[in-house]
């Protein structure tokens, strides 16, 4: 299993972007990874600045960013200071999600950690935010980071779907939570279920369906957990019922504070719309989330 030897952590100087920021350098001091430190600067915000202020549009243009640098170049040195930890910094200009999956990219980079929202909170239900637009394209693991960092992770839960992208995701976890309690986690739901009792098939009959599928759940973790040999190393649950609905009540059950999911799922419809699973449990956890691509090893 290969370590994590980059990440990086996009700021805004946001709330929320402090906390992913927090995370990051503390998964660089417990991985000895160099921390990136990336701002990006939308374009509209120089536009706005270049109307507001009466100096030439270019000379506004390089304080802005010089500022930018310095501040964040401040941040750098105290958290290396803080944390002990290898560190680099940027700052670039252009849409934040396009802007740090070319980072990601460019750097080969282990790991991106970002906010779960950023300076345009009320602005987040219509634009969406910039962790969803990244999650979408980025080239490495996602972090999204909604809890203030106090240590390693200690529970984490690993939603799977038997894909080869879950295998992914566990190896993730492995690798990102590896000081902690891991459990896998696969929901099930009985095919046509409802219209069968719509229908108006008996209790009896549907139970049965019920139980066939409990079985193959089963027999499918089995099998997926010994094709890694990942017995002794993690705990396997089944559930039935709607998947993001249970993925989320298990977390709070299980005090899980971080949630590891496949960012595609089975089908390419869902690789098209990220998987209505996943954005589900994006949209809705308070939990930290580490989203895993076909492309993770």
């Keep these: 299993m290969s370590r994590i030897a980059h990440i990086v952590a996009a700021?805004?100087?946001?709330?929320?972007?402090?906390?992913?920021?927090?995370?990051?350098?503390?998964?660089?001091?417990?991985?000895?990874?160099?921390l990136h430190l990336l701002q990006v600067m939308l374009k509209l915000q120089w536009q706005m600045f270049g109307r507001a202020l009466v100096d030439h549009p270019l000379?506004?243009?390089?304080?802005?960013?010089?500022?930018?640098?310095a501040r964040l170049k401040n941040l750098a040195e105290a958290l290396a200071g803080s944390y002990a930890i290898a560190l680099q910094h940027?700052?670039?200009?252009g849409r934040p999600h396009e802007k740090i999956a070319e980072y990601a990219r460019?750097?080969?980079?282990?790991?991106t950690v970002l906010g779960s929202?950023?300076?345009?909170?009320?602005?987040?239900?219509?634009?969406?935010?910039?962790?969803?637009?990244?999650?979408?394209?980025?080239?490495?693991?996602?972090?999204?980071?909604?809890?203030?960092?106090?240590?390693?992770?200690?529970?984490?839960?690993?939603?799977?779907?038997?894909?080869?992208?879950?295998?992914?995701?566990?190896?993730?976890?492995?690798?990102?939570?590896?000081?902690?309690s891991i459990r896998v986690l696969h929901v099930y739901e009985v095919e046509f279920e409802e219209k069968m009792r719509f229908a108006g098939v008996e209790d009896g009959v549907i139970q049965r369906y019920r139980d066939a599928a409990a079985r193959e759940a089963r027999r499918m973790m089995d099998a997926f957990l010994a094709g890694k040999d990942l017995?002794?190393?993690?705990?396997?649950?089944?559930?039935?019922?709607?998947?993001?609905?249970?993925?989320?009540?298990?977390?709070?059950?299980?005090?899980?504070?971080?949630?590891?999911?496949?960012?595609?799922?089975?089908?390419?419809?869902n690789e098209v719309l990220l998987g209505s699973v996943t954005k589900h449990v994006l949209q809705e956890t308070d939990r930290d989330l580490l989203l895993v691509g076909h492309f993770a090893a």
């Design 117 to 180: 929202h950023g300076e345009n909170f009320v602005l987040d239900p219509f634009i969406g935010t910039t962790a969803l637009k990244f999650v979408r394209m980025g080239t490495s693991p996602a972090l999204i980071v909604d809890t203030e960092a106090t240590g390693a992770y200690g529970n984490v839960l690993v939603a799977v779907d038997f894909s080869d992208v879950s295998r992914a995701a566990v190896e993730a976890a492995l690798r990102i939570g590896s000081q902690g």
């Design 59 to 69: 000379v506004t243009e390089g304080r802005l960013y010089e500022s930018a640098r």
């Design 231 to 269: 017995r002794d190393r993690v705990s396997p649950i089944i559930k039935r019922g709607a998947p993001a609905l249970t993925i989320l009540d298990q977390a709070q059950a299980l005090h899980g504070d971080l949630i590891v999911m496949g960012k595609r799922g089975r089908t390419e419809l």
């Design 90 to 93: 940027h700052v670039s200009i």
């Design 11 to 34: 700021t805004d100087f946001s709330p929320r972007a402090e906390l992913a920021v927090k995370r990051a350098a503390t998964l660089a001091q417990q991985h000895e990874a160099t």
């Design 106 to 111: 460019s750097h080969v980079v282990d790991l």
